[in-house]
């Protein structure tokens, strides 16, 4: 799993600045262990995308809560884009759309969006 999966997952549970969330629920989510949630954890907080007092809940900051926005949109378009104009089954698109919005660029996937709309997506 990727730190972008996390902050995703994060975002999904409904955490942002203001509203936290707790590792278990996030490993629960994920379907890893929590010693690996507390691994990505930790990392995410040196970088600066989330808070997390000792033992607490976790809390996304300004950026971390943008980043998993961002990565969350990027999959929920990519995943209507594999169902709906692909044709592909909703469990091969979720797997599917979790691989390519990690593989995207910023300017690609603005360039996508730009398509999605002109398709009506």
Not at 4 to 19: F, H, K, N
Not at 29 to 52: I, R, Y
Not at 94 to 107: G, L, P, R, T, V
Request: glycine fraction near 8%; aromatic fraction near 8%.
């Amino acid at each position: 799993m990727s730190h972008e999966d996390y902050l995703e997952a994060i975002v999904m549970l409904g955490g942002s600045q203001t509203q936290s969330v707790r590792s278990v629920d996030i490993a629960t989510k994920m379907g890893v262990s929590k010693a690996s949630v507390s691994k990505a954890v930790t990392s995410l907080k040196n970088s600066g995308m989330l808070e997390q007092p000792y033992y607490g809940d976790i809390t996304l900051t300004e950026d971390g809560y943008k980043y998993g926005c961002a990565v969350l949109k990027r999959h929920e378009m990519l995943t209507r884009f594999l169902v709906e104009k692909v044709g592909l089954s909703e469990e091969v698109a979720e797997d599917e759309a979790c691989q390519m919005e990690h593989a995207i660029s910023d300017e690609s996937f603005k360039k996508w969006l730009v398509y999605f709309e002109r398709i009506g997506l």
